[in-house]
């Protein structure tokens, strides 16, 4: 998996597509909490759970219907005073199910692990994308504060922060020009 720091960056990036009518701090904080969320999951080695197993790590709560799930009760706990079939409504939970669903789509682009579960319960198969750059972040703190953390936030740099960088760039230009048209 990517670092924390990574995730909560690349969910955070979707607030440059804020509905208008939408606090832009508190979806800030969302979008930047979502994509943390779903590891969780690593509470469950405590319990027994096996790393394979659907609610094991980069099991259900990488999945799709965890992302969407979690989406409709964000917006309905977070933004309730925005009616939920209003367009920032409707935009609010989009991009809530992007930034959790992004954890699940870096992780498979990793270099290790047994895949994400993206299906799962329908299906509980795992799967990574056929091109895998990102190197696996160590998830314990002490291998995170070490010369090996520090050449994975430099590996991430390439592969998550030049896309970050134009996607951003990407959104702020259209923006702008869209302003100009109006």
Known sequence: MPTVITHAVVGSALVLLKPHDVPLRRLLIVLAVLPIIPDLDVIGFRFGIAYGDPLGHRGFTHSILFAGITAVLVKALMFRNIPSGSKPGIGIVALCFLSTMSHGVLDAF??????????????????????????????????????RGLNILANEAIWIGIPFVAFSTTVLIVKRILRRKT
Not at 126 to 138: E, L, M, N, Q
């Open 110 to 147: 990793t270099d290790a692990g047994l895949g994400v579960g993206f299906f799962i319960p329908f299906e509980n198969s795992r799967y990574f994308f056929p091109w895998r750059p990102i190197a696996t972040s160590p998830l314990s703190v002490d291998g995170f504060l070490s010369a």
